[in-house]
């Protein structure tokens, strides 16, 4: 007996795009791919119209995440809860919501994340709008077996931060008293925190910030030919040499960068819409 052929990724993404499309009951414009979760935010989630990731055949029946409807910024989805590499994802899986939102009919991502700083001009918590990674991870979601409709074979990157966005996000977070920044992101696969070595080499290789997020889905979106913002929310300033994380502090500024990026997203959403 022959086993039947496992869809292709981009059968996947037709299966999962047009099924979000049908469940929202109508086609975003934006998404919001939260990887570090929506913080105050997730009382604007349209809980009636939240379409879980499993229930989405593309996904895969153990896919963790949904889509859903902000409330009062038409026309913005949010996914959040979804695959993480830190958790032992495939880069193809966190990439994957960036694919299927474009499918669906998106315009425009926006992805956000938890960040340390490598500078000490990076002050936590605060936001850095990403102008461009340095993938020392080296992990991308373009590496599984590509349909060319998803987007070209050799995407070129220089372009990945839409430069018009990164601008009124900057300039949205000046009015609303939100500390912000430019800078470069560079990105580990996690769970460990850094080394000092690897911070050391980071920031000499030209990063502001390093996550474990953000990069993957970014590389999927731009990818796609979705206009793309990143931005990093910084939970955690630069440390001494022989100075250990401070997961309780880490926390209250995770809490903090979260009010802040929410801010951010929402009025640039509604600016967008």
Same mark, same amino acid.
């Given at each position: 007996?022959?086993a039947p ?11 999962? !795009?047009? =099924?979000? =499309?049908?469940? /929202?009951?109508?086609? $975003? ?5 939260a990887?570090?979760?929506l913080?105050?935010?997730? %009382?604007?989630?349209?809980? !009636?119209?939240?379409?879980?990731? %499993?229930? #989405?055949?593309?996904? !895969? +029946?153990d896919?963790?995440g ?7 910024a038409?026309?913005?989805v ?14 193809e899986?966190?990439?994957? $919501?960036?694919? &299927? ?8 991502? &926006? ?12 002050? =936590?918590? %605060? ?11 080296? /992990? ?14 050799f995407?070129?990157?220089a ?6 966005l /990164?601008?009124r =996000? ?5 009015? #609303?008293?939100?500390?912000?920044? +430019? ?8 769970p460990?925190?850094?080394t000092h070595?690897?911070?050391?080499? #980071? +920031?000499g ?8 997020s ?6 999927a979106?731009?990818?796609?030919g #979705? ?5 990093? !929310? ?12 401070d ?5 209250r ?12 997203? /929402?009025?640039?959403a509604?600016?967008?819409?």
């Amino acid at each position: 007996m022959v086993a039947p052929r496992a869809a292709s990724l981009g059968e996947r993404v037709d299966q999962a !795009g047009e =099924a979000l =499309a049908k469940r /929202l009951g109508a086609r $975003p414009r934006v998404v919001w791919i939260a990887e570090g979760g929506l913080g105050p935010a997730a %009382s604007r989630v349209d809980a !009636g119209s939240a379409v879980d990731a %499993s229930a #989405l055949k593309g996904f !895969g +029946r153990d896919a963790p995440g949904r889509f859903a409807w902000m409330r009062g910024a038409d026309g913005l989805v949010a996914f959040e809860g979804g695959a993480l590499l830190a958790d032992g994802a495939r880069a193809e899986e966190v990439g994957l $919501p960036a694919w &299927i939102a474009r499918r669906a009919g998106a315009e425009i991502a &926006i992805v956000t994340g938890g960040a340390g700083a490598l500078e000490p001009a990076v002050a =936590a918590p %605060s936001i850095l709008g990403v102008e461009d990674h340095v993938n020392f991870a080296g /992990l991308t979601p373009l590496r599984a077996p590509l349909d060319e409709k998803l987007g070209p074979r050799f995407p070129d990157l220089a372009q990945a931060y839409d430069e018009e966005l /990164l601008a009124r =996000a900057e300039r949205i977070a000046a009015r #609303l008293g939100v500390p912000f920044r +430019r800078g470069v992101l560079a990105a580990t696969a996690g769970p460990s925190l850094e080394t000092h070595a690897e911070r050391a080499f #980071l +920031r000499g290789a030209g990063a502001h910030a390093v996550a474990q997020s953000i990069v993957v889905p970014v590389i999927a979106a731009a990818h796609a030919g #979705l206009r793309t913002l990143a931005l990093a !929310g910084i939970v955690e300033g630069v440390k001494a040499r022989r100075a250990y994380a401070d997961p309780a502090a880490m926390a209250r500024a995770a809490a903090a960068v979260a009010e802040q990026t929410a801010r951010v997203v /929402l009025a640039l959403a509604e600016e967008a819409a």
